[in-house]
């Protein structure tokens, strides 16, 4: 009985399906945006401003359209059809930018205004990307930003032999990326 289900799901019809299998949801922080994440690509879940009483959209029918758009197809296309896993992590730098960790050990930056091509491109190395684990990129995360520097970013990234690095992103006059590296994380690393 569908009735009986009212009000526990709704489903979420996508505009845009995604053409990879997603593994992960990470909502925006306020909550107006879901990034949908696989290894092969992500794209950005617009859901709807307006709910009802009980929080369900679209005045709280069983299926509600949603738009769904993809971030950088393009890229994301090519590397699918080289069977290369793309993603490593994703986080919201604010309501409307995703960063990302690519396995190409890059950082890119996505305005959800403008999906199909980076804000920026970031290589961590200035050589192919690392074959030995040892010393790939494999995380972040984002640092809170000092208050007089709202527009800058910062980026704590951790190395898979446990280095850790900070990426500093001075966005006022010119892009200009600072590098730090703090140490390990791993005990007796050297």
């Known amino acids: 009985n569908p009735d009986r289900y009212r009000g526990i799901y709704q489903e979420l019809v996508f505009t845009n399906t995604p053409l990879?299998?997603?593994?992960?949801?990470?909502?925006s922080p306020s909550d107006k945006h879901v990034a949908l994440i696989g290894n092969e690509g992500i794209s950005v879940l617009e859901l709807q401003r307006h709910r009802g009483q009980h929080g369900e959209f679209g005045g709280g029918q069983?299926?509600?359209?949603?738009?769904?758009?993809?971030?950088d197809p393009?890229?994301?296309?090519?590397?699918?059809?080289?069977?290369?896993?793309?993603?490593?992590?994703v986080e919201w730098i604010n309501e409307d930018e995703l960063i990302l960790l690519t396995s190409d050990e890059t950082i890119r930056a996505y305005s959800i205004f403008k999906l199909n091509y980076p804000n920026f491109v970031?290589?961590?190395?200035?050589?192919?990307?690392s074959l030995a684990l040892h010393d790939c990129f494999i995380s972040f995360t984002l640092l809170?930003?000092?208050?007089?520097e709202e527009d800058d970013t910062s980026i704590l990234l951790l190395k898979s032999n446990g280095d850790m690095h900070i990426l500093?992103?001075?966005?006022?006059?010119?892009?200009?990326?600072?590098?730090?590296?703090?140490?390990?994380?791993?005990?007796?690393a050297s």
Do not use: M
């Open 20 to 27: 990879f299998d997603v593994h992960c949801l990470l909502p």
């Open 74 to 89: 393009d890229y994301f296309a090519a590397r699918r059809q080289t069977g290369t896993d793309t993603v490593v992590r």
């Open 144 to 148: 809170p930003a000092p208050l007089h």
């Open 62 to 71: 069983q299926t509600v359209n949603c738009k769904c758009s993809p971030v």
């Open 122 to 129: 970031i290589p961590l190395v200035e050589r192919q990307p």
């Open 168 to 188: 500093n992103i001075r966005q006022n006059k010119e892009f200009l990326p600072v590098w730090h590296k703090l140490g390990s994380a791993l005990p007796n």
